[in-house]
């Protein structure tokens, strides 16, 4: 299960130095100039009805740059006051506020009530997040069809924990049929969007020959670009992936060593590409 990031997302604003340099796979490239998120100008903007900014403002108090500590009473104003004004990425938010219980106290239907808000205006990243709460029985009563649904929608909507998430279910067979082959499928995309659990799925499958014909040295390709895009905080999932990654080098010849390297460069080349953001537009997980 991947499903709800256990951190906000801070946009990359700005000369800040407090700022994080980490990126986290639903970071999206922004345009220099794009007023919505120049640091100097987000309150004017805000006071202005501009809700880009509004949410924008609330990912700063919630990360606390710029501030002592974070402070997510005052996030949490600011993502309400953007929900007011119809934005699904702030009601987005304001679930992640009360699945992680950061403010408030935590409440998993309170998450899927303003979810399904984020949802119903097409918020991909919600929909994935409410296949999350039916998958493990948060707020609602567990259910693997609706699981398999709302990650669907949510994949079909382009978010790539939700296809990372139509892959698990395949390969476990919940919801649907076990098939590795659809599973393989899902995680292929998933990876493309930089989704560094599918990258470790896809190599566990293409060393163990599932779905596709064993092949060593790009499973162990898969492993080593994996590790170039967890997240720092992802201490469990980095340690897991590289012990797989060493376990299995050990096994490759010198040949099959220099063509995984040579794989590797290769997939990093391809998902950086596809990574590639589109125009901005209302909907985008990352503003």
């Given at each position: 299960?991947?499903?709800?990031?256990?951190?906000?997302?801070l946009?990359?604003?700005?000369?800040?130095p407090?700022m994080?340099?980490e990126?986290?796979e639903?970071?999206?490239?922004?345009?220099?100039?794009?007023?919505?998120?120049?640091?100097?100008?987000l309150?004017?903007?805000a006071?202005?009805?501009d809700?880009r900014a509004m949410?924008n403002?609330?990912?700063?108090?919630?990360?606390g740059?710029?501030?002592?500590?974070?402070?997510?009473?005052?996030?949490?104003r600011?993502?309400?006051?953007a929900?007011k004004?119809?934005?699904?990425l702030?009601?987005?938010?304001?679930?992640?506020?009360?699945?992680n219980?950061?403010?408030?106290?935590?409440?998993?239907?309170?998450?899927?009530?303003?979810?399904?808000?984020?949802?119903?205006?097409?918020?991909?990243?919600?929909?994935?997040?409410i296949?999350?709460?039916?998958?493990?029985?948060?707020g609602?009563?567990?259910d693997?069809d609706?699981?398999?649904a709302w990650y669907?929608r949510?994949?079909?909507g382009g978010?790539?924990?939700?296809?990372?998430?139509?892959?698990s279910?395949n390969?476990?067979?919940?919801g649907t049929?076990?098939?590795?082959q659809?599973?393989?499928r899902?995680?292929?995309?998933?990876?493309d969007?930089?989704?560094a659990y599918?990258?470790?799925?896809?190599?566990?499958?293409?060393?163990?020959?599932?779905?596709?014909?064993a092949?060593?040295?790009e499973a162990?390709a898969?492993?080593a670009?994996?590790a170039?895009?967890y997240?720092?905080?992802e201490?469990?999932?980095?340690?897991?992936n590289?012990?797989a990654?060493?376990?299995?080098?050990?096994?490759?010849t010198a040949?099959?060593?220099?063509?995984?390297?040579s794989?590797?460069?290769?997939l990093?080349?391809?998902?950086?590409?596809?990574?590639?953001?589109?125009?901005?537009n209302?909907d985008?997980?990352?503003?």
């Open positions: 299960m991947r499903a709800i990031l256990l951190t906000l997302l946009l990359p604003l700005g000369p800040l407090a994080a340099q990126q986290e639903s970071f999206t490239e922004i345009v220099p100039g794009d007023p919505a998120v120049d640091p100097n100008t309150i004017a903007r006071m202005r009805g809700v949410n403002i609330g990912l700063l108090f919630a990360k740059v710029g501030i002592k500590a974070p402070d997510y009473q005052e996030a949490m600011w993502w309400k006051e929900a004004h119809g934005y699904p702030a009601m987005n938010n304001i679930g992640l506020m009360y699945i219980g950061q403010g408030v106290e935590r409440d998993a239907k309170k998450a899927h009530a303003w979810w399904q808000r984020a949802a119903d205006l097409g918020n991909a990243w919600a929909m994935n997040n296949g999350d709460l039916y998958e493990n029985g948060q609602v009563a567990q693997w609706q699981a398999l669907q949510g994949a079909e978010d790539g924990l939700a296809m990372y998430n139509m892959g279910l390969e476990r067979g919940k049929a076990q098939n590795d659809e599973a393989l899902w995680y292929s995309r998933a990876a969007r930089g989704i599918a990258m470790h799925a896809i190599g566990k499958l293409m060393e163990q020959g599932r779905g596709t014909p092949d060593l040295p162990h898969w492993y670009v994996a170039d895009y997240l720092a905080v201490k469990e999932e980095i340690a897991q590289e012990q990654r060493a376990q299995l080098e050990v096994r490759l040949d099959e060593r220099i063509r995984a390297q794989v590797a460069v290769g990093k080349t391809r998902i950086e590409s596809k990574r590639k953001p589109p125009a901005l209302p985008e997980r990352s503003t």
